[in-house]
Every structure is written in structure tokens, then in C-alpha cells.
């Protein structure tokens, strides 16, 4: 790496997983663009903890707001992360949303798969082109080791069927997809693109059912018997940023204590 701290923009990161990222690379030396949709304080509080675990003082943590889903905001956010640092070197994909209302497929509506979809699957794409846009023009600039780094934050809902949700299956399915396409295009312009796969993690999302699945983890739903947590996550980030998947592009790196494995 240069004496410049490499530049991270990580969508979703003023809570859950996606704090867990930010909070994971400013303590390997990062600096890190906040993202978030509306709730500014929760971005502030995430910037702040992540200025308090840096370790260089040229490291930053700029907030940028705005619904991905839009065209405007995506363009907005990305142009201000370029103006405030003049430079990307990586694009963590990791901010989605669960449906408002959980219903059964036979009673889902549209509204619901629109918002779900714009912001889970649509939103990235399009920022995900924009910084491909950004990194071809400006080839071997990079402040990490083996290129520019493309990666998406999805679920094990990307193949793991909940009827009550089918939206949010259906859009991270979609994102597997979009990883092979983008890993694809960008492989011989030296830029690595990858899926992180989490399971069953510990975030407010799932506060609501942590019941439910304590009793699942202790009966082995997932080998290891523990939920996941955003460090763990951010662990993974920081592993692919630092280079050491050098020969990998478009694969999955599941974080999800084995919950994958097909077992009998």
C-alpha cells in the first residue's frame, strides 16, 4: 500500500453489518466512506466510532447520504466520495433492506418487490457501473495489493428459499448473478469482483426473531452453533481488500458457520 490510506466506500455502514465493515477497516488502516439512507445520527455515531479506531490520522470517514435505488442519489453520493478523497480504490455493496411487510408469495404485492428490488438489487448494479466507469478510466491507481476491489455483501437467502419473503430472496439471488457479470467484464482490467455470502447474523434485523433462532443454532441449524456477527463480516472484507484471494474473482466466500453444507 502507498503512504495514503486506501479509500472504501461501504453502502449500509451507519449500522448492522455494514458498521461492522467500517468499524473492521478503519482498524486495518482504511479510510472509509459512511453511507446511509436517512438516519444521519446513526452515520455520525458510526463515522465516530470509526475515527476512534483508526490507527493513521490521515485516515477519514466522510458521510454520504441517499436512496441507491435512485439514479440521482447514486451519481450524487459517488461524485461526493470522489471530491471529498479524489480517489476509490474499493466498493462494498453491502446496503439492502428486509420487505416493510413479511408475506406469503400468494399475497405479496408490488409495491413491496419494487422497493425491495430498487434498493437490494437495481441500486447496486448501477453504483457498482459507476465505479467500474471511475476505475477504467484510471487504471493502475489502485492502494491495494492485486487491484481494485468490487464486492457484494448478500445472504444466504441467495439460495435458501423463505416464501415470506420472496422479494428479498429473489433480489440477492440476483446479486449473485450480478457478481459473475461485473467479474467478468473487469477481470482483465486487473479489478477482482466477489460475493460475501453471510448467514445468520446478529444485526437489528434479525433482533425480532432471536428466539426463534437460538433454539435453531443450538439444535445445529448452522455447524458452528453461534449467529454470526458484522465483525465477522468486516473480517472477510478486510481480507479480500488486503489481498489475499489474488487468484479468485466471481466466487462466493460464504460467512455463515456452514450453514451451506449440504448434510444429512
Not at 101 to 124: C, H, Q, S, W, Y
Not at 130 to 155: D, E, H, I, M
Not at 161 to 169: D, L, P, Q, V
Amino acid at each position: 500500500m502507498t503512504s495514503l490510506p486506501p479509500v472504501v466506500l461501504v453502502t449500509g455502514s451507519s449500522r448492522g453489518l455494514g458498521r461492522g465493515v467500517a468499524e473492521t477497516l478503519a482498524r486495518a488502516g482504511f479510510s472509509v466512506a459512511i453511507h446511509y439512507a436517512s438516519n444521519k445520527e446513526a452515520a455520525e455515531t458510526a463515522a465516530q466510532a470509526c475515527r476512534s479506531l483508526a490507527k493513521n490520522p490521515e485516515q477519514e470517514f466522510v458521510l454520504v447520504g441517499g436512496n441507491i435505488a435512485l439514479a440521482a442519489d447514486r451519481q450524487r453520493l459517488f461524485d461526493e466520495v470522489i471530491s471529498a478523497y479524489g480517489h476509490l480504490d474499493a466498493l462494498v455493496n453491502n446496503a439492502g433492506v428486509a420487505p416493510r411487510i413479511r408475506a406469503d408469495i400468494t399475497e405479496a404485492t408490488e409495491e413491496i418487490f419494487d422497493e425491495v428490488l430498487g434498493i437490494n438489487l437495481k441500486g447496486p448494479y448501477f453504483l457498482s457501473q459507476l465505479a467500474a466507469r471511475y476505475w477504467l478510466a484510471n487504471p493502475g491507481q489502485c492502494r491495494v495489493p492485486g487491484g481494485y476491489k468490487l464486492l457484494f455483501v448478500t445472504s444466504l437467502s441467495a439460495n435458501t428459499a423463505s416464501i415470506n419473503r420472496g422479494e428479498y430472496c429473489i433480489s440477492k439471488a440476483g446479486l449473485g448473478m450480478v457478481t459473475q457479470l461485473w467479474a467478468t467484464r473487469l477481470a482483465d482490467a486487473g479489478v477482482q469482483v466477489l460475493e460475501v455470502r453471510p448467514g445468520i447474523m446478529a444485526t437489528d434485523m434479525t433482533a425480532g426473531v432471536k428466539d426463534k433462532y437460538d433454539k435453531l443454532l443450538a439444535d445445529g441449524l448452522v455447524p458452528q452453533k453461534r449467529w454470526g456477527t458484522p465483525e465477522d463480516v468486516g473480517l472477510a472484507v478486510k481480507a479480500i481488500l488486503e489481498g489475499h484471494f489474488p487468484f479468485s474473482t466471481g466466487d462466493v466466500i460464504n460467512v455463515d458457520g456452514g450453514f451451506h453444507l449440504r448434510r444429512l
